[in-house]
């Protein structure tokens, strides 16, 4: 099975994604792009896990279903994870997840040039208006906080939020680098102002890289 190239809304230093989990998230996030197609329940899809992963890529493994989830089993992630660790480790790889205390569980199986990362969308807490079913805000800031190695932190889609709590939301978790980006799909959801964004972009770019999304203009417009 070919290695799928990134298209569309993707993070622009990915080259490929890889999804050999698949199926419905039960994160049920209401913006999630996913639910434009039909889901079928989560699996594990044993031809992916075969595909090619080539070297001097980089790879977003799990773009379609958080892979993290409570309900994935286990033996699913560790399958995937030393996929690409054991069989493959001449590629650079993007793992994220609104449940990132579970990353701990694979500590010493993760490939060496991995970055892990999770969504931060708003430090508000009524942010399970949005998605019910993850860790809030703050469990997945605390649990990703105290990683030691590659992290960041994607705002996307950014949701109002308030400065100085989000600052300290993100920053406490010490990212390599911040995502920004917007609804792109039309949720109509409460998005900050754009004098709001412009003052987070400008306050995180003291402390780390700051990564815009194209899709953040139309919040300028």
Sequence with gaps: ???????GNMYPFVTHTWNPIKGKCSHDCVYCYMKRFPQKPIRLDERELKTDL???NYIFVGSSTDMFAQDVPESWIMDVITRCSIAWPWNDYLFQSK???RFYDFNEWFPQFVVLGTTIE??????DLYSKNTPDVYARSAALSTWR????VTIEPIIDFDLGAMMALVMRCNPKWVNIGADSQGHNLPEPPAGKVRELIEELGKFTEVKLKA??????A
């Design 1 to 7: 099975m070919p290695l799928r190239k990134q298209a």
């Design 54 to 56: 080539g070297k001097d």
């Design 99 to 101: 449940n990132p205390l």
């Design 122 to 127: 708003t430090n508000r807490l009524n942010y």
């Design 149 to 152: 190695g590659g992290k960041m």
């Design 215 to 220: 899709n953040l203009k139309r919040l300028f």
